[in-house]
């Protein structure tokens, strides 16, 4: 399964954000704790000022720099709390204690979901984040368009189409959401490849930039994860492996029509390897393949074997196995 060990820093990023909340509510709570008895002494104050001194117009005490000092940061502080303005003058343990309990939630949802997705169980993993109410939440949304997508994978699927295209939506709405995370930009682009080869070979060679161009900045925002280098390997491989039709195509449809050569893809494929080794059966096949097209008959054996000696746990693995099993014998 493309991506099955992405890293999973969702949980963390979620977490970080919760206690920033957190923190902002009891800073909140404490900077109204102080401004409350900062009044209470200036109104003592001020009575002892207000002291009789005849019949004359009495002075207006003028009011102290701490004093402005005191208030305004009480402005900065609420402007970043969750509620409103009524529910930040009086503590409310509950709103509290609600705030943290969904953090946990979504916390403990997507990391139920990653290890369901890393145990190959997709209809489950799917299930759950369908159950979670926040649908509009970035960590949800890519999470799906994953899962729905791996769900596309058994030949033949007879709603292979429609899921596919199902998580292409997930994939856009996710990267509206966050456009500066390695995540939503590795799947649009594999599912924007996915979906425009579903709508013919002209679409999909004219989605071709768009493709590399987010698979290039998945690579850019987190450069360790391994599958986002295996998806930009299999890029290059496919320029460099297109059929002459293919070719005319992409000539007509471009005035500069993208390049890829296998030395780039053979790159790309190892530094996923060197980044999690076996991370991934496919990747050993596409290395054993690129070796091949590059005549370097031993490497390209090497990594052939492996790929035919996989342990099949999942519909990626049964097709590396059955490829690999077939061109060994012809090598």
């Avoid at 940061?73 to 709390?81: G, I």
Wanted: glycine letters at 2%.
């Amino acid at each position: 399964m493309i991506a099955q060990n992405a890293v999973k820093n969702g949980a963390s990023i979620i977490q970080r954000y919760g206690r920033l909340a957190i923190s902002t509510l009891r800073l909140t709570r404490l900077v109204l704790r102080e401004n409350l008895a900062f009044s209470k002494r200036s109104r003592v104050q001020h009575r002892s000022q207000q002291a009789p001194q005849g019949h004359g117009r009495q002075k207006r005490p003028r009011q102290s720099t701490s004093a402005l000092c005191t208030v305004r940061p009480l402005l900065f502080v609420t402007s970043w709390s969750l509620f409103s303005s009524k529910s930040s003058k009086k503590e409310d343990p509950t709103v509290v204690k609600m705030a943290e309990e969904a953090v946990k939630t979504l916390s403990e949802t997507i990391q139920h979901a990653d290890q369901l997705f890393d145990e190959n169980n997709f209809q489950e993993a799917y299930d759950l984040l369908q159950k979670y109410p926040a649908q509009d939440t970035y960590e949800i949304k890519w999470r799906l368009a994953r899962v729905t997508y791996s769900l596309s994978k058994p030949s033949p699927s007879p709603r292979k189409e429609e899921l596919i295209r199902e998580a292409f939506r997930y994939a856009e709405e996710a990267l509206k959401l966050n456009e500066n995370d390695f995540a939503s930009h590795k799947w649009y682009s594999i599912l924007l490849d996915a979906k425009s080869g579903l709508d013919g070979i002209k679409e999909r060679v004219t989605q071709l930039e768009n493709v590399k161009k987010h698979m290039l900045r998945a690579v850019e925002f987190n450069p360790n994860d391994p599958t986002s280098w295996y998806i930009l390997g299999q890029f290059y491989y496919g320029l460099a492996d297109l059929p002459w039709y293919q070719r005319k195509i992409v000539s007509t449809i471009f005035a500069t029509p993208p390049t890829g050569t296998y030395e780039e893809a053979l790159e790309c494929f190892e530094k996923a390897e060197a980044t999690k080794p076996n991370f991934y059966s496919m990747n050993h096949l596409m290395m054993a393949k690129t070796y091949q097209a590059l005549k370097q008959t031993d490497k390209a054996k090497e990594f052939m074997t492996l790929a035919a000696n996989v342990t099949v746990l999942n519909e990626d693995d049964k097709q590396c196995k059955e490829e690999a099993t077939k061109l060994l014998k012809k090598m």
